[in-house]
């Protein structure tokens, strides 16, 4: 059973472009969720996806948008990127909340720096 | 409402002694709370997990203590060791959309040897 893997592990980028950030889900898990970790602090919750389907959305705006493929696997993007989001990005994967399984499973996520 | 507060920020504990982090919750519709912990370079990884219909839940080490009343719980680690040495996060979730937690700013937690 493989775990949850993203990619890339660390990306650099300038104020103002795009990023897409991936992620794999555990075998058998169909419920991709992100979540963003500034230094030092707990992480945030951006956005879920189930069955393709954004499936409820954090306090974030509009330019971070996402997509869910039908392997489960998953997308972040962020557009007009700021010095702000300059952090750790999570993936986690999870059963259907119908399973009774409230159990995430994070990856090591993708360290963004904005210059 | 949907925030968590986490106490201490930071704890340095013997190698046996007993850990103790707390957390407390505005939300009463709060209806699952895990604890994860976060090694330098890592994801959260899921430690030990409990429900307000129970007052205590204990795994290994780990015990989670739950006040309902007081909307307060806490994470306790016995006999703590060097390899516990991490940042704790309690979180609380919101059965609507199913898995969404909020987490607690965290506890950088050093056991000394």
């Known amino acids: 059973e493989t775990g949850v893997t993203q990619s890339p592990t660390h990306l650099i980028k300038t104020r103002g472009q795009q990023v897409t950030l991936r992620c794999s889900s555990q075998s058998g898990h169909n419920t991709v969720s992100w979540y963003q970790q500034a230094l030092g602090q707990g992480p945030q919750f951006i956005f879920q996806?189930?069955?393709?389907?954004?499936?409820g959305r954090g306090n974030f705006p509009p330019r971070f948008s996402g997509l869910q493929f039908p392997n489960y696997s998953s997308e972040l993007n962020v557009n007009a990127l700021e010095l702000d989001d300059s952090a750790l990005y999570l993936c986690?994967?999870?059963?259907?909340?119908?399973?009774?399984?409230?159990?995430?499973?994070f990856g090591s996520g993708t360290r963004l720096t904005v210059v | 409402q949907q925030q968590v507060k986490q106490s201490p920020q930071s704890l340095i504990v013997q190698k046996g002694g007993i850990s103790i982090i707390n957390c407390a919750y505005e939300n009463t519709a709060f209806d699952y709370f895990p604890w994860y912990q976060q090694f330098p370079g890592k994801g959260p990884a899921l430690l030990i997990a409990i429900r307000p219909d129970v007052s205590e839940k204990k795994e290994g080490r780990f015990t989670i203590s739950f006040n309902k009343s007081a909307k307060q719980f806490s994470l306790h680690i016995m006999d703590s060791q060097p390899g516990d040495s991490a940042t704790y996060f309690c979180?609380?979730?919101?059965?609507?959309?199913?898995?969404?937690?909020?987490f607690g700013p965290g506890t950088r937690l050093s056991v000394l040897p």
């Open positions: 979180a609380a979730s919101l059965d609507n959309y199913g898995q969404n937690f909020v």
């Open positions: 996806y189930y069955r393709e389907e954004e499936n």
């Open positions: 986690a994967s999870s059963l259907p909340v119908y399973r009774g399984d409230y159990g995430y499973t």
